[in-house]
């Protein structure tokens, strides 16, 4: 089983940006799909941005496109999500998932393992 460790988040002025990294341990996360998720209070947890183990191809949600970039680097088992023009409404904990599925998913319920989530704060 793997392990998930988030960092990189904190407080930032909107317009401004953030690296969230996510350190993988116990396996390797070239046998996993990858995902970042967010939940805000009083929100249900949504599916931000996940990329594919075999491919590399990636989801974003329809709110951070163009604005978001998710990466993974299998060498150093760590997946980045690089955040950019941060806005209010991006405010909420970011929790990095690993998915050992055979089929690509950005569906919640579908990962496996989680990490305890890192705090990201926009102000306006």
């Known amino acids: 089983q793997v392990q998930l460790v988030e960092s990189g988040g904190g407080l930032v002025q909107a317009g401004g940006s953030l690296r969230l990294s996510c350190a993988a341990s116990?396996?390797?996360?070239?046998?996993?799909?990858m995902g970042w998720f967010r939940q805000a209070p009083g929100k249900e947890r949504e599916a931000v941005a996940a990329i594919s183990r075999s491919d590399g191809t990636a989801y974003y949600t329809d709110s951070v496109k163009g604005r978001f970039t998710i990466s993974r680097d299998n060498a150093k088992n760590t997946v980045y999500l690089q955040m950019n023009s941060l806005k209010p409404e991006d405010t909420a904990v970011y929790y990095c998932?690993?998915?050992?599925?055979?089929?690509?998913?950005?569906?919640?319920?579908?990962?496996?393992?989680w990490g305890q989530g890192t705090q990201v704060t926009v102000s306006s």
């Open positions: 998932a690993a998915d050992q599925g055979a089929r690509f998913s950005w569906a919640t319920w579908r990962y496996d393992y």
């Open positions: 116990g396996r390797t996360i070239s046998n996993y799909h």
